[in-house]
């Protein structure tokens, strides 16, 4: 593979743009192209076959542009599609999932014993983050929640004293009493990082893969010879399968210079 290829970055929304803004601050030469799949988003509330179809669908139309990596910046789709995806790309580009970054750096920290999980209804319906950490942690007691209303919230700009109370009704759950440190399952909730700790206090670790994906992509490049270190930085492409003003005004939270949405029907 040329190592000036781009790389490719989907999500169902806006999610994924805290993913993409991660790995252009740590890539500053490589060249982006996002699919976002505003027509379906969010991911958390399909079937499986839905979020492999979509997912598949997505994969395909960034392999046609020629992508040396593809990331799937969707929890969702991360913990569903994952084999598909995985046969898909087989020796075409490198794939990289949004899950397997935060539980190494879980696993890596002794002094975490309980954690809690949120994230949409698909991906703790997976239970993909409890196995991964029980398969090298038998240690660490897990506590899932499904969340299902944030990413919907965070997508509408629901007023933020409105999402607060939201958030802090699931964070009262059972389920996440007494937790030492919380797994942002899905890439929108960086958005609500601080409502997050407000419930907390600041008092506790969050896991955020936007913290992690960056460097685990550069290290990625560089053992296969594909990381572009000099060089003029790459204009970014960014799609959507739907186009609406609420997401061409969210890429300006984190890519302040104008970016030209490009509308793509790849599900026809």
């Known amino acids: 593979m040329n190592p000036n290829r781009p790389i490719g970055i989907f999500d169902s929304g806006v999610g994924g743009l805290t ?3 991660a790995i252009s601050k740590s890539l500053p030469n490589e060249k982006i192209i996002y699919f976002g799949d505003t027509q379906h988003l969010p991911y958390g509330n399909k079937s499986p076959n839905k979020i ?3 997912s598949e ?3 395909h139309f960034l392999l046609t542009k020629g992508c040396k990596a593809i990331v799937i910046a ?5 913990s569903t599609a994952l084999k598909q995806l995985t046969d898909q790309t ?3 580009c490198i794939l990289i999932n949004v899950i397997d970054p935060l539980i190494n750096a879980i696993i890596d920290n002794p002094s975490i014993k309980r954690i809690g999980v949120i994230g949409t209804r698909a991906t703790i319906s997976a239970n993909t983050y409890e196995k991964k950490i029980k398969a090298k942690r038998q240690d660490i007691s897990v506590s899932s929640l499904a969340t299902p209303l944030l990413a919907s919230l965070i997508e509408e700009d629901a007023d933020e004293s409105y999402q607060q109370k939201v958030v802090d009704a699931y964070l009262s759950n059972e389920k996440l009493k007494n937790i030492d440190a919380l797994i942002l399952g899905c890439t929108h909730y960086p958005l609500i990082t601080q409502l997050i700790l407000n419930y907390y206090n600041n008092k506790i670790i969050l896991f955020n893969v936007s913290k992690y994906i960056g460097p685990l992509m550069k290290e990625k490049l560089k053992k296969e010879n594909l990381l572009i270190e000099n060089g003029k930085i790459n204009k970014h492409d960014f799609y959507v399968s739907d186009y609406t003003t609420n997401f061409q005004e969210k890429t300006k939270l984190f890519f302040p210079s104008a970016i030209i949405l490009k509308e793509e029907n790849i599900f026809s």
Do not use: E, F
């Open 90 to 92: 087989d020796k075409k």
């Open 52 to 54: 492999i179809y979509y």
């Open 57 to 59: 669908k997505i994969t």
């Open 19 to 21: 993913v993409a803004h």
């Open 74 to 78: 969707c929890n969702s789709a991360s």
